[in-house]
């Protein structure tokens, strides 16, 4: 059975009106994004949020305003109608949705090629293989562990172990060991893209300070976003005193 969990609605607001102050997408689009994504513990509406916000950090200088937009507008819908029970086709799932969507608004101007390449890419096993440039960069935005700081990636991350079928000791002990030195791997081999770097430049700083928190405050931690609606700043005081 799966196990209930809080869902970060004070948070989503907050990324709501960073994302809308931007001005390349309008309230009803993002409305309609919502409603397509499930709730479930990680790859729900939260995360398309979180994700979609990164875009906004590309260097202007080197996306245009069209670029940038489209790659927002697919990041939104990147997880549509993703479920717990993952499946090999929910990419594809996605990109229907975010066509179906997107043919109400024919005066919105986007890459339909940009925002494919983005949907279908972004499964992050297929990522040696990525030629596309911006295929690239949404995979690479896509790896929950490359956060922003470790606040942002305990905050965002730590309910994964629900959607794995694992207890979170489990998760803090063996998946994410493992996780890491796959990610530490790509690293050296794949080379996250410039651009991703730019925007997440404290990617393996985060892999270094999660090593240096025991399990129980972790297991604190976890107990706390399976119950609590905090936001990530309340997170941030209540854990690392910031």
Request: hydrophobic share 45%; charged share 25%; aromatic share 16%.
């Amino acid at each position: 059975m799966h196990k209930k969990f809080q869902i970060k609605t004070r948070q989503i607001d907050i990324l709501k009106k960073n994302i809308l102050s931007s001005w390349l997408v309008n309230e009803d689009i993002i409305n309609e994004a919502e409603k397509l994504y499930n709730n479930i513990p990680y790859h729900n509406f939260l995360h398309a949020l979180r994700v979609t916000s990164y875009v906004l950090l590309l260097d202007k200088s080197i996306f245009s305003p069209l670029e940038i937009r489209s790659l927002l507008i697919a990041w939104l819908f990147h997880d549509t109608w993703h479920t717990w029970d993952v499946t090999t086709l929910d990419e594809f799932i996605s990109l229907d949705y975010f066509r179906i969507t997107m043919d109400k608004y024919p005066d919105f101007l986007i890459d339909d090629s940009i925002c494919r390449a983005g949907i279908i890419w972004t499964v992050f096993k297929n990522r040696g293989k990525n030629i596309n440039k911006y295929a690239k960069i949404m995979a690479d935005l896509d790896i929950w562990d490359l956060a922003m700081w470790i606040e942002d990636f305990l905050y965002y991350g730590s309910l994964y172990s629900l959607e794995l079928w694992v207890d979170p000791e489990k998760f803090y002990i063996d998946v994410e060991k493992w996780y890491f030195k796959f990610l530490m791997w790509i690293d050296k081999f794949i080379i996250v893209s410039n651009e991703v770097r730019q925007v997440l430049p404290n990617a393996l700083k985060t892999i270094k300070d999660y090593y240096s928190i025991d399990l129980k405050t972790k297991l604190e931690i976890y107990n706390c976003l399976l119950t609590e609606d905090i936001t990530l700043d309340e997170f941030k005081v209540k854990f690392f005193n910031k």
